[in-house]
């Protein structure tokens, strides 16, 4: 298995001096992440569901975030694409009288957790939520269902088939059709195809293989104080060092790392939005070689000095390097004792 960041040597051949690639013969990954990101907001953003009808206004405002992997794999033309992401939209609804007069406006949110090219003939799980839950709220949370929820499956599909034709990696498949072959060429080039599947069927297998031993943990926690002061905290390492009483070095820079626990646990930032989001890759000292884990912490205060803190954190393994078949157990009980418990106690956090 190859180490995070680095690639499998087996599939992804270094660049050339000169850039090329000749005849794509080579695997060559192409990034999707970005692009995603970008297509799905132009297909998901500003977008008017209901205007008027049973006196409802509902439309969708942003994509807030999209997290995951995206990747575009050719060779010989052809594509191979890897997707495993999660999204989240914000909509907004005005529901009136028969005489045009507002009688609520609410935002509500759209999260779809799970969109993997294993599942691409499939429509993923889609969860809509609306932040006020009276009558008129969950009017207005229907509404979205009867119209919307087919509107984002729908956009879904269209980013599954442009990344099934290759995503930003298409122009790659524009190259020249080389002249017909002889006989013995041409036997070369099928034999070539067939171990290009093997290949490719025995990777999407081993991919399989190693999610059929990882959990996803889940919390969600209350604290009392402003996010930005919680979201500090998480990233200081002087704080860490303090609530902890171990050693800490945290960046506070995207793609910069951390190690905490007296080196326990390192990994690296992926993403962060101060006073809202944290996303970092972790990994306990104890895992088996290459395994990491994504850690995604959000801050919402729905009251001033009221702060949620949300935790998800996956392909956490089932066990050890050791096959002790504890972390799960071990890794939501710090999380709960030794850093929430902990910051509550020592900053007079809690409710």
């Known amino acids: 298995m190859a180490k995070y960041g680095e690639g499998d040597k087996r599939w992804i051949v270094e660049d050339r001096p000169d850039g090329a690639n000749v005849h794509n013969w080579h695997w060559a990954e192409t990034d999707c992440l970005e692009w995603s990101r970008a297509l799905l907001s132009t297909l998901l953003s500003d977008k008017t569901l209901i205007d008027g009808e049973g006196n409802l206004v509902i439309k969708t405002k942003k994509l807030d975030k999209l997290d995951g992997e995206a990747y575009v794999n050719i060779r010989k033309g052809k594509i191979i694409p890897g997707y495993e992401i999660s999204l989240s939209l914000s909509w907004e609804g005005e529901a009136k009288d028969s005489d045009g007069n507002t009688l609520l406006k609410a935002d509500g949110m759209v999260e779809i957790p ?103 943990i889940s919390m969600s ?29 945290i960046s506070k820079e995207v793609g910069g790392e951390f190690s905490i626990f007296d080196g326990a646990v390192t990994g690296r930032n992926m993403e962060l939005v101060e006073g809202k989001l944290i996303v970092q890759k972790w990994r306990f000292g104890n895992w088996p070689d290459g395994v990491q884990s994504t850690v995604r912490l959000t801050f919402e205060e729905p009251e001033p000095g009221v702060t949620v803190v949300k935790l998800t954190q996956t392909d956490v393994p089932d066990e050890d390097r050791y096959g002790n078949a504890t972390v799960v157990e071990n890794t939501e009980r710090g999380w709960r004792d030794l850093i929430f418990l902990k910051i509550r106690a020592v900053f007079g956090f809690g409710i």
């Open 221 to 249: 926690e209350k604290f009392s104080c402003r996010a930005g002061n919680l979201w500090e905290i998480m990233m200081d390492e002087n704080r860490w060092k303090g609530f902890t009483q171990s050693n800490a070095r």
């Open 114 to 216: 799970y969109i993997a090219d294993e599942n691409a003939d499939e429509d993923p799980e889609i969860r809509v939520t609306v932040k006020d839950e009276g009558p008129i709220g969950k009017r207005l949370k229907e509404a979205f269902l009867a119209k919307g929820k087919g509107f984002v499956l729908e956009q879904v599909r269209a980013y599954v088939a442009a990344m099934a034709r290759g995503g930003p990696a298409k122009e790659e498949l524009e190259v020249k059709k080389p002249a017909k072959k002889p006989a013995a060429e041409a036997e070369n080039t099928a034999a070539t195809t067939v171990a290009t599947t093997t290949v490719v069927k025995e990777k999407k297998k081993e991919k399989e293989k190693r999610k059929e031993g990882f959990k996803t």
